[in-house]
């Protein structure tokens, strides 16, 4: 199995960029992006190759998750203190839905239509009905939260909160409180969940990756990473999960029977998130000093030439 590049979306004409956290819609293709420099939304069509559209009014752009139940995305505008909830057919904002001072992580529940927030100013989760824009249940967390997801076998949000180092699981209904890990590494910032083995999967600042079994907590696997994570994705198909590096700049995957390093990719500098497509297999890694998406392919050959061509025109588009 080998990544390899398909191709680049041009996203922005005014650089640098900050780019923040992505999801796509499964059947389309389509990708949706946080540009937290240009406080918008950006659309991407990941099949063509070609950026579509932004929306505005999404300051502070961090958070982004598609809602399938829906047709629609939510993202976080977090220097508004708000979420917007965009149809994914018109690419219109339907609501706004004010949720505390700095939003960040979502997690959603189709089965309820609720979205659990972590916002990461005052330390707290807020679970919002996103057909009503009604609040539902709010909790104090004992820490900055990072990322987060919902566990819909087990009912429940998983939370990490950055220090103290823990994973906090929060009950679907009313985010009381049913469980915490003590995480053995600096800053849990990647978050997934592998429901083949039933295994969270934390990335921490620290540089390292721990799987730790989602009933216990107990450390079940582990690796070194290249640096700081942010960004982590699973790919399903191939038991790999994908780590963005913002420093030094690459993307390691990860098997998940072995937990070893069976992959590198190097990006940019700074490049810290991504996103995947499990039914085309690709990946995607937003590059923010060229204001671009880099496509890869995950295909069955071997090829490790994977070096990013910095090749540029004089006028800084990609040849």
């Known amino acids: 199995m080998s990544l390899h590049r398909a191709g680049f979306i041009r996203i922005l004409q005014k650089l640098p960029g900050a780019f923040d956290h992505a999801d796509l819609d499964p059947d389309t293709g389509t990708v949706v992006l946080a540009n937290e420099a240009q406080g918008c939304l950006e659309v991407l069509d990941g099949q063509l190759l070609r950026h579509e559209v932004s929306i505005p009014d999404c300051s502070g752009a961090s958070g982004v998750l598609y809602l399938p139940e829906l047709r629609s995305f939510i993202g976080a505008a977090r220097a508004k203190g708000r979420v917007i909830l965009v149809d994914a057919r018109s690419w219109q904002v339907v609501r706004e839905m004010p949720v505390g001072p700095r939003p960040n992580g979502l997690a959603w529940d189709g089965g309820r239509r609720q979205v659990l927030v972590a916002d990461v100013k005052d330390h707290s989760a807020r679970l919002m ?13 004992p820490g900055r939260p990072r990322w987060c997801l919902y566990d819909n076998a087990r009912n429940r949000y998983w939370v990490n909160i950055a220090d103290p180092a823990m994973v906090v699981g929060l009950r679907g209904a ?6 915490e ?4 590494a600096a800053g849990p910032h990647g978050l997934a969940l592998d429901e083949t083995t039933a ?6 600042d620290a540089g390292r990756l721990l799987a730790l079994e ?4 107990r450390v079940v696997g582990e690796c070194a990473l290249a640096g700081p994570p942010d ?3 699973l790919n399903a198909q191939r038991r790999r999960l994908y780590v963005a590096i913002g420093e030094p700049g690459c993307v390691q995957a990860v098997d998940l029977d072995t937990y070893d390093i069976v992959e590198e990719i190097v990006t940019e500098q700074g490049a810290h998130t991504l996103a995947f497509d499990d039914r085309r297999q690709l990946l995607y890694v937003f590059l923010p000093k060229t204001g671009q998406a880099a496509v890869y392919e995950e295909t069955d050959e071997r090829n490790r030439s994977h070096e990013i061509d910095r090749m540029m025109d004089e006028g800084g588009a990609w040849r």
């Open 231 to 233: 960004v982590v994705w």
């Open 199 to 204: 295994r969270l999967l934390v990335a921490c």
């Open 181 to 184: 890990f003590s995480v053995d």
């Open 174 to 179: 009313d985010l009381q409180k049913e469980v």
């Open 129 to 141: 009905d996103v057909l009503s824009g009604a609040s539902v249940a709010d909790a104090a967390l």
């Open 214 to 217: 989602r009933d216990t907590g």
